[in-house]
């Protein structure tokens, strides 16, 4: 089962295959996460709270 890198939470498979590259099986940031964002390739401090 693939974990967040950042927040620990569980991601299910389909998220870890899109979101990661070939090889890697744990994104380093994902929808949990409150302080990171996904921006293109890279990850980012978010500039606000998210909405929930």
């Known amino acids: ?3 967040c890198q950042n ?3 569980f991601v299910t498979d389909a998220y870890a295959r ?3 590259p ?3 099986n ?4 994902c ?3 409150e302080d ?3 921006d293109g390739a890279e ?3 978010a500039r606000s709270t998210r909405r929930t």
């Open 1 to 3: 089962m693939p974990d």
């Open 7 to 9: 927040c620990g939470s």
């Open 18 to 20: 899109v979101f990661t």
């Open 22 to 24: 070939d090889g890697h």
């Open 26 to 29: 744990a994104p380093r940031v």
């Open 31 to 33: 929808p949990n996460c």
């Open 36 to 38: 990171k964002i996904r």
């Open 43 to 45: 990850v980012r401090e």
